[in-house]
């Protein structure tokens, strides 16, 4: 854990320095390169927020697998894409590569989810199932965070 504040609140604080207080000091020639810079804090800006949210994500599956651990083999040869060959490989353990307590990383978490929801493994469970789903509505929220935050605006999810 980083010390505060964290970087999504750095880069808002430099975005609004930058169009707020240099932006209108800068020659009119310079301003569009000024916001571009600034368009460009602010992608940085929702990619930092999106880590973070990531990392809520990761731990939620975490929790959701901890509390059930069905044998590696119980969904073996059920595919998540129609592509056989898709799918996370497994890491070596590289540097920078969060796992979960079973040793499973982020992606391989998400190809599991994703996984199981294809071949109707949470259908018996209404408890699961709804845990799950909240588990994706998380994930669609972030994600449309990061790509499209002004859809989220116009529909009231600011």
């Known amino acids: 854990m980083g010390d505060l504040p964290e970087a999504p609140a750095l880069l808002a604080l430099a975005r609004d320095v930058l169009v707020n207080d240099l932006l209108p000091l800068l020659p009119a020639e310079r301003r569009l390169d000024a ?18 949210a990531a990392d809520t994500i990761f731990r939620e ?14 969904f073996a040869g059920a595919s998540l894409s129609r592509n056989a060959g898709e799918g996370p490989k497994r890491s070596e353990g590289g540097e920078g590569a969060e796992h979960s307590e079973a040793g499973e990383s982020a992606p391989e978490l998400m190809y599991r989810l994703a996984r199981e929801l294809r071949i109707g493994a949470f259908e018996n469970s209404p408890e699961r199932e709804a845990r799950a789903r909240a588990i994706l ?5 972030a994600r449309l965070r990061l790509a499209n935050p002004r859809f989220l605006a116009a529909n009231g999810f600011a």
Do not use: G, H, M
């Open 35 to 52: 916001r571009l810079v600034a368009n460009c804090i602010a992608i940085a800006e929702r990619e930092a927020a999106a880590d973070l």
């Open 61 to 74: 599956l975490e929790f959701f697998y901890k509390r059930e651990r069905p044998s590696p083999s119980r």
């Open 137 to 141: 509505w998380r994930l669609t929220i």
